[in-house]
């Protein structure tokens, strides 16, 4: 099988910054099959102390947030048809994020991983994670980590977001 048999794996999260980067992904790599996915977590921590004094609320906030990351992943599959994919949505459940994303990958056998970044850097970076960082220095295989705009880059002529196609966008 050569490379371009093979699905891409597109992280999605309904983040404007995720957007963006299944449109830049579909400029520099074409039309191909995609799989769409968004990872929810099992449990946040406040859910975490609630299932600890209710057994029963733990099954019904996992049905929950996977029927809210099948919604998001399907929102992102739509984005991802209309940039040139042959996309399909996908959703799991994972914590940590990123080996939900890894092990996905792996069961593809995905050509490469798609996925926007927040651009925290330092002190915000060690507070909150990166979940890019983690996800290119353990899948073992191409990641396109797409940032967001700066400011500088918001304000330039030519920071049109890329159509399917490669040509800026007209709105």
């Known amino acids: 099988m050569q490379m371009n048999d093979k699905p891409i794996l597109i992280c999605y999260d309904g983040s404007p910054g995720a957007a963006r980067a299944i449109k830049i992904a579909a400029a520099l790599l074409g039309p191909r099959r995609a799989i769409v996915l968004d990872v929810a977590p099992l449990l946040t921590g406040a859910e975490s102390l609630a299932v600890a004094y209710s057994g029963t609320a733990g099954n019904a ?14 929102k992102g599959a739509e984005i991802a048809r209309s940039s040139g994919f042959d996309a399909v949505a996908r959703a ?8 939900g994303i890894v092990e996905i990958a792996d069961e593809l056998d995905a050509s490469a991983i798609v996925m926007g970044s927040r651009g925290f850097s330092g002190l915000k970076e060690a507070l909150h994670g990166s979940v890019s960082h983690q996800v290119a220095g ?6 396109l980590i797409v940032p967001p705009l700066t400011r500088r880059r918001r304000l330039a002529p030519s920071a049109a977001p890329l ?9």
């Open 138 to 143: 353990h899948a073992g295989r191409p990641v």
């Open 163 to 171: 159509g399917h196609d490669g040509r800026k966008e007209t709105k």
């Open 92 to 99: 799991a459940g994972a914590v940590p994020t990123w080996e």
């Open 61 to 74: 906030i996992a049905e929950t947030h996977a029927a809210d990351a099948a919604q998001i992943a399907g």
